[in-house]
C-alpha cells in the first residue's frame, strides 16, 4: 500500500489514467440520461401539487410546460390581468408554437363574470375590493395556488404548453416571442421565464425574492 502511495506522490498523473475508463462510462450515462427537470422527479407522488400540474396537462394535452411568473406592484390590478388574459390570447394565436396558454388573468375574467352573474346589480365595481377579493380566492384556492400565483400572493403566472414542433424545431424563437410579448404587459413588474416548472413549490420558492 506504502508502495502505491510512493508512487501516485511520484507520479500523479497515474490517477487520471486508472480512473478515465470509469469517468468515460460515468460520462457516456451522463449524457443519455441528460438533466430531467420533469416536475414527477421532484413531487412525490401523492403530493397535491402534481394533482393540479396534472389536472393543467389534461387541459393541454402536452408535459411540455413553460411558465411566466411576475412580481412587482399591482399584480392584482384588474388592467394587468385583463392585459394577462390578452395575452395568452395572442400565444395561442400562434398555434404551430403555442398548444394551450392559461394565466391568472383568465381565472380573473371567469371569476368576475360569475361575481357578476350571482349578485346582480349588487356587484361591487370598487377596484380595491375587487383585487383583495379576487387575490384571497386565488390563494385559498386548492387548485389555482401554485399554478396562477404563489401561496402568499407575491407572484401571478401565465403558463403555456408547447406544441411539438414548437418545443422541438422553434424553441428558441417561440420563447423570444413569448418574451417581447411578456415585456409589453409586464409593465414596471419584473418577470422570470420557467421551464417545466414545479407548480405549488416552485412558485412559492420565487415568490421568496420579492422585496416585502
Known amino acids: 500500500m506504502i508502495r502505491f502511495l510512493r508512487l501516485v ?4 498523473w497515474l490517477v487520471l489514467i486508472l480512473h478515465a475508463p470509469i469517468l468515460a462510462v ?11 427537470n420533469n416536475i414527477r422527479t421532484w413531487l ?5 401539487a402534481l394533482t393540479d400540474y396534472d389536472a393543467l396537462l389534461e387541459r393541454f394535452g402536452h408535459d411540455v410546460l413553460v411558465s411566466i411568473v411576475f412580481f412587482g406592484d399591482d399584480l392584482f390590478d ?6 394577462l388574459e390578452n395575452l395568452a390570447l395572442e400565444l ?4 404551430e408554437w403555442f398548444e394551450g396558454a392559461f394565466s391568472a388573468g ?4 371567469a371569476w368576475k363574470r360569475v361575481r357578476e352573474e350571482r349578485e346582480g346589480e349588487s356587484y361591487l365595481a370598487d377596484e380595491a375590493t375587487e383585487e383583495e377579493r379576487f387575490k384571497k380566492y386565488l390563494t385559498d384556492s386548492d387548485l389555482f395556488a401554485g399554478l396562477v400565483t404563489s401561496a402568499s400572493g407575491n407572484c ?8 411539438p414542433e414548437g418545443n422541438r424545431e422553434h424553441r428558441r424563437e417561440v420563447i423570444a416571442f413569448a418574451r417581447e410579448k411578456t415585456s409589453l404587459v409586464a409593465g414596471d413588474r419584473a418577470f422570470y421565464m420557467v421551464g417545466q416548472p414545479v407548480h405549488g413549490s416552485e412558485l412559492d420558492r420565487l415568490s421568496e425574492h420579492v422585496k416585502k
Open 9 to 12: 506522490v511520484k507520479h500523479p
Open 26 to 36: 460515468a460520462g457516456y450515462y451522463m449524457l443519455q440520461v441528460k438533466v430531467d
Open 44 to 48: 412525490d407522488s401523492t403530493d397535491p
Open 78 to 83: 384588474p388592467k394587468f390581468l385583463v392585459d
Open 92 to 95: 395561442k394565436k400562434k398555434s
Open 106 to 109: 383568465d381565472v380573473f375574467s
Open 156 to 163: 401571478v403566472a401565465l403558463n403555456f404548453a408547447l406544441t
